[in-house]
């Protein structure tokens, strides 16, 4: 009787019939109120130091210009000149007499349209300069030379070509915002590895396959960057351009305040100016990194 027992409890004491339990430990996920206080913190980190230094700035310009004999309004007296344009950006009342919102509508549609060209131009221009060297030999003497040229000097020969201010001030945008986009295109076309080339022969991808699957993501970021530059270089373009074509847009509107002596309406156009194009730099910027998975210059 002793032995059967004592066989069953070494048999019962083997490995082979223990199974060990398998513990997985889940991470645990930190409290929503503990996330929502590191959001905070983040934003606050990014949003305070500028908040203080604008106030300091606008503190100081309060101080200054309240003097007597001061050529420029303090602060307080521009929002209280302005005050109507600000509280109703969107009135419409014929001609020229519009809100702001109208004005920088059309700055904007303006932008978009020369804007459009000059990218889907320059990154063509700058894929040849960049991966041929006889357009490279050829080209990049001419652009270097006309890139030097002002925006603002190609308006009269855009107004002597298209005999129309609406179609010149997209030339001049065109023209403006081309150059950065051509050259930093060639440069990533002409950075790309020769790895990637090697790559490329062995596998025997076509052009139209090496341009879409090697080329374009590799000089991604070096074309974002190139946009970007063009971008603000366009915005800078139509402001100086509308002031002599006329019309409606925020460029006139800037030049039509200083005619009326109205300083007031000029500080704050050039307010929304400054906002607009921080806007459309981060929407390029956040483009860039979206697409090149954050590898173009922030």
């Known amino acids: 009787m002793n032995m059967p027992a004592t066989k069953i409890e070494v048999e019962t004491a083997t490995p082979a019939a223990i199974a060990a339990p398998v513990v997985t430990m889940t991470p645990k996920r930190p409290p929503r109120a503990e996330a929502y206080a590191r959001m905070a913190r983040e934003t606050a980190v990014r949003v305070i130091p500028p908040l203080v230094v604008i106030a300091l700035l606008t503190l100081v310009w309060e101080l200054v210009c309240r003097r007597a004999g001061s ?20 009135f419409d009342h014929g001609g020229i007499d519009k809100g702001l919102f109208w004005h920088l509508s059309a700055s904007l549609q ?29 080209l990049d003497p001419l652009f270097q030379v006309l890139r030097t040229i002002p925006p603002l000097a190609w308006l009269p020969l855009s107004l002597a070509a298209f005999r129309d201010g609406q179609p010149s001030a997209i030339f001049v945008i065109f023209i403006t915002s081309i150059w950065p986009i051509i050259i930093n295109t060639a ?18 991808l076509n052009p139209l396959e090496f341009f879409s699957k090697i080329m374009i993501p590799a000089a991604a970021p070096y074309i974002f960057t190139g946009l970007r530059i063009g971008i603000g270089l366009s915005w800078l373009a139509i402001v100086a351009a509308e002031m002599l074509i006329g019309g409606v847009g925020i460029g006139f509107f800037i030049w039509d305040a200083w005619n009326s002596s109205h300083i007031s309406e000029i500080i704050l156009a050039l307010f929304y100016v400054g906002i607009v194009g921080f806007v459309l730099d981060r929407l390029i910027a956040g483009l860039g990194k979206f697409v090149t998975r954050g590898t173009a210059q922030n």
Do not use: H
Request: proline letters at 7%; a positive charge.
């Open 110 to 138: 303006r932008v978009a349209l020369g804007y459009s060209l000059s990218a889907v131009a320059g990154i063509a221009l700058g894929v040849l300069v960049g991966q041929s060297v006889w357009a490279m030999r050829g």
């Open 187 to 204: 440069v990533g076309i002409r950075n790309i590895p020769q790895d990637y080339r090697n790559v490329a022969a062995v596998v025997q």
């Open 71 to 90: 050529a420029l309004p303090p602060p307080s007296r521009v929002f209280k000149d302005t005050k109507e344009l600000i509280l109703d950006p969107f």
